[in-house]
């Protein structure tokens, strides 16, 4: 399994913008999809973005299309996931997560997910 650790988070004012980073081990990173996803207190964890193994196929749902943006670079094994315009709805912890290794591209859903960062907060104030 790939270990994972997110940096970036958090306290922002509603408008602002904050880019989160998560730094992954392993000289096989360019194997694994990948996908962030948050979760806010009470509520079930959901998707937010996600990159299949080379980048070339990328998703985000549809509550932060057009706001975020998520991107990966292998050649430094880190994932990325700018985020502008953010909303107080945005507030939540964001985890990255990869698949198991070889599933070439991203899933939805977070049980297609094996390996998880320990997240990191952000916070949108109104």
């Known amino acids: 399994q790939v270990q994972l650790v997110e940096s970036g988070g958090g306290s922002v004012q509603a408008g602002g913008s904050l880019r989160l980073s998560c730094a992954a081990s392993g000289r096989t990173f360019s194997s694994y999809a990948m996908g962030w996803f948050r979760q806010a207190p009470g509520k079930e964890r959901e998707f937010v973005g996600g990159?299949?193994?080379?980048?070339?196929?990328?998703g985000l749902a549809d509550s932060v299309k057009g706001r975020f943006t998520i991107s990966r670079d292998n050649t430094k094994n880190m994932v990325y996931l700018q985020m502008n315009s953010l909303k107080p709805e945005d507030t939540a912890v964001y985890y990255c997560a990869a698949r198991a290794r070889y599933y070439v591209n991203y899933a939805t859903q977070s049980n297609d997910y094996t390996s998880w960062g320990q997240g990191t907060q952000v916070t949108v104030s109104s």
């Open positions: 990159l299949s193994q080379s980048g070339g196929s990328a």
